[in-house]
């Protein structure tokens, strides 16, 4: 089958198109041709590297599949060729307390396609039953890929972790980005304020358009006095934050007494501080949080069924752009998702 791998870290340049085995499903799992994949900065960051990180190499990228099922496991028996599938990247054992609680975002073995394994970069890929979900109906294959890691985090970040109440108000930064074009529909369906960050006037029309209650270009201005003016001093009972080091010092500031910060990247830089005095006088909360649950899916699912939340989609490209779309990404040229199509 036809791939874009890579077979060194490094810049989007180390991207090739190679030919690589076809696989087979094992007893439990499907094959999917994959009609549409997106592309997400955790595939920036695998591509790049970091200390630590094991992969088979080449490495093919990408965690947010859309395509049809196109053979099965021997032991699969509700699933049938040819239906049309949204694939969970999410990897666990599904067996031990955390899965079978619910929580398999906390298995101890929990993987990510596309990032610990091969991922959709491809013609066909290989993934365990219990991974797939039916395709939202009113959606294009490019639209519905636009879902998975990207709606699956933000919702994870919001509902679970910031326990998001109605009434309350969110800081989005990024709006622009993936997961935070997703956080801004998923905040308004939760009933909050939102406030959304981005870095052109362009883009903050289009997250007003998502439902932005307000908007600071942070290019221009100082995101913490615009939230200042905007909330008259009360400030935000939550922060999606999602770009490190570059926003961290005035994130942590933007909080109120009581205020929870919940963050899922680093894309600026991963190393922070933050004076203890503050964390403990304020009564603020610090949550990490890591793409979300199976179960979770199905919700966003529901609510994109529903018409209350829709990716988006900035554009597609083919499979062989692989490169231009990495480009895209690392500029911040787009508003949303990137998708290719084999």
Known sequence: MRAIAFRRHGGPEVLESLDLPMPEPTA????????????NHLDVWVRTGWPGLKLELPHVLGSDVAGVVDAVGAEVKDVAVGTEVLVNPGLSCGACEKCLSGDDVLCRRYQIIGEDVRGGYAEYLC??????????????????????????????????????????????????SGVGSAAVQIAKVAGATVIATASTDA???????????HVINYATSDSLEGVKKITRRRMVDVVFEHVGATTWDKSVACLPKGGRLVTCGATSGHQVSIDLRTLFYKSISLLGSTMGSKGELFRVLDLVERGQLKPVLD?????????????LLTTRASFGNVVLTP
């Open 28 to 39: 439990k799992e499907v094959r999917v041709k994959v009609k549409a994949v997106a592309l």
């Open 127 to 176: 993934v365990p039953r219990h991974n797939l979900l039916p395709k939202p109906s009113k959606l294009s294959f490019e639209e519905a890929a636009c879902l998975p890691l990207t709606f699956l985090t933000a919702w994870h970040m919001l509902m679970s972790r910031a326990q998001l109440k109605p009434g309350e108000t969110v800081l989005v930064h990024a709006a622009g």
């Open 315 to 327: 554009r597609v490209l083919p499979l062989a752009d692989a490169v231009k779309g990495h480009e």
């Open 203 to 213: 883009k903050l029309a289009q997250a007003t358009a998502l439902g932005a209650d």
